[in-house]
């Protein structure tokens, strides 16, 4: 790894972002004459942004090239993220960001969606890997009165699983993340078509979060080295044909030469859970729209 790079945004050539200096505790009150001097300051109510796209701009031109590892060390170690959980699946490839953030900041949160249609062996993972790398595990669980009013049946994955994924991933995690200025995630490009050109950094939807993707550029190649590298220990599913693990009802085998997200939602007109990309269910809550079993 090379010597430590400089702190991007300790240069006077480049603005820290608003929302990272809130988060590193440096002032940015006006004095009396809204001129930032030295003279009486006033306290005021800050409403901007945590990040903006020129802020997403200039991380990712700043750290264009890098290793990965070197990524994460600099933004994490300067702090340049604020307040940041890790948001993890356990799924087959998570152990590599896992074991690259615990190396950096061991008691970051990793936040796990504890949907209550986990495969039995993911559970198990998770336990292992927490175990094995120290990791800062917060279970994250849908609210039961959700879950009582919309899937009273727990059958919603099967004609609606936007929905499903609302109740089970997309709030929880929403909820959750009220308290973060960032997450780190483990998408890299090369998993499907709809990631492809994924860049390491971007903001989370309207929140003004910052999302880090440090894997982003890697290959499967790449992962497989590191795996092997780290002697990390790999998930059971993943050598019966699951490639991309989620929630048991959701995720069949892949064949050979798919895509390795092809055995999610198959059969559905549908990619992703919605913590990524939006995604909007087309039932709407009225129970009388909700089939009979």
């Known amino acids: 790894m090379a010597d430590n790079p400089k702190i991007p945004f300790a240069s006077s050539e480049v603005e820290m972002p608003h929302g990272q200096a809130r988060a590193m505790g440096v002032s940015t009150s006006l ?3 809204g001129n930032g001097g030295n003279d009486r300051k006033r306290d005021r109510i800050d409403v901007a942004p945590r990040f903006t796209p020129t802020d997403v701009i200039r991380l990712n031109n700043l750290f264009r090239g890098q290793d990965a590892a070197e990524v994460v060390a600099s933004v994490i170690g300067a702090g340049l993220l604020g307040e940041t959980a890790i948001v993890s699946s356990f799924g087959a490839e998570s152990a590599v960001l896992l074991h690259l953030i615990s190396r950096v900041a061991p008691d970051m949160p990793v936040l796990f969606l ?3 249609k986990h495969f039995p062996e993911t559970l198990a993972y998770r336990d292992e890997l927490t175990a094995r790398l120290g990791l800062n595990l917060v279970n994250l669980s849908p609210d039961p009165e959700d879950l009582a009013k919309k899937d009273a049946t727990e059958l919603r994955w099967s004609y609606d699983p936007d929905g499903c994924c609302e109740i089970r991933k997309v709030r929880p995690l ?11 995630t483990g998408r890299k490009g090369f998993q499907s078509s709809t990631r492809t050109g994924l860049p390491r950094f971007e903001l989370d939807g309207s929140t003004g979060r910052l999302k880090f993707n440090p894997l982003a550029n890697w290959s499967r190649e790449d992962l497989d080295a590191y795996f092997e590298a780290h002697g990390l220990p790999r998930h059971p599913l993943e050598a019966e ?15 050979p030469g798919e895509d ?16 990524h990309e939006s995604v909007v269910s087309p039932i709407d809550d009225d129970p009388a729209n909700d089939p009979a079993f």
């Open 31 to 33: 004095d009396t004459n």
């Open 114 to 116: 504890d949907t209550g």
């Open 174 to 184: 929403e909820k959750a993340m009220a308290n973060f200025d960032a997450s780190i």
């Open 241 to 255: 044909g699951y490639p991309s693990i989620g929630c048991s009802p959701c995720t069949s085998k892949v064949k």
């Open 260 to 275: 390795p997200r092809s055995g999610r939602w198959r059969g559905w007109d549908k990619t992703e859970c919605g913590i």
